[in-house]
């Protein structure tokens, strides 16, 4: 056993190499959802609609090295994007770490397990549809995306909510 502290709990954001940092990410596909934004209000509404690349129920990118030329306005997460966005999930690895947390026990990292992230109610996966069958993102307004994960209970359904067309996509 090892009494190195792990690269997460040693080093800032901007230390971290490529691969460490690709590696924070859980996999959970919230960051791949669509937001509405309220025009007046400046109010932020998550829906369960990903992104057309986002495989919707494994939470997994189909075409990651080419994303940004096949969905131009895909974000590029950098440390410095982190002090200026507000729609990470507050799970998220990144957050966490820029605020000073640690990783959650269903991490990937700390678990040692991808699947940890689905059954700690964390992973979209499952409950999402693909913005190629969603129709109007107003149609598909949720909460959960926006939430600490919760474990899932069985039966648990996530409603759809409406609201007024006032909203620009994220």
């Known amino acids: 056993m090892s009494d190195t502290a792990p690269f997460w709990k040693t080093k ?3 230390a971290m190499s490529r691969a460490e940092w690709e590696s924070l990410c859980d996999g959970c596909g919230r960051c ?18 990903a992104c057309r690349l986002l495989d919707t129920e494994s939470c997994r990118c ?5 994303r940004f030329r096949k ?24 957050v966490l770490l820029r605020d000073g947390k640690d990783l959650p026990d269903w991490h990937p990292l700390v678990s040692g397990s991808a699947e940890s992230v689905r059954t700690s109610g964390a992973s979209a996966g499952g409950r ?8 109007d993102l107003e149609d598909h307004i949720v909460a959960w995306p926006g939430e600490w994960a919760a474990p899932p209970r069985k039966g648990r359904k996530h409603r759809k909510g409406a609201a007024d067309r006032t909203h620009d996509p994220v």
Request: hydrophobic fraction near 35%; glycine fraction near 2%.
């Open 32 to 49: 791949c959802l669509h937001k509405l934004r309220d025009e007046e209000t400046n109010a932020l509404h998550y829906t369960n609609v």
């Open 71 to 94: 969905v131009p306005d895909c974000v590029s997460l950098t440390p410095d994007l982190l002090n200026e966005i507000d729609w990470l999930p507050p799970s998220c690895a990144y």
């Open 12 to 14: 800032s954001l901007d």
């Open 62 to 66: 189909t075409d990651y090295l080419h």
């Open 128 to 135: 999402i549809i693909s913005e190629r069958h969603a129709g």
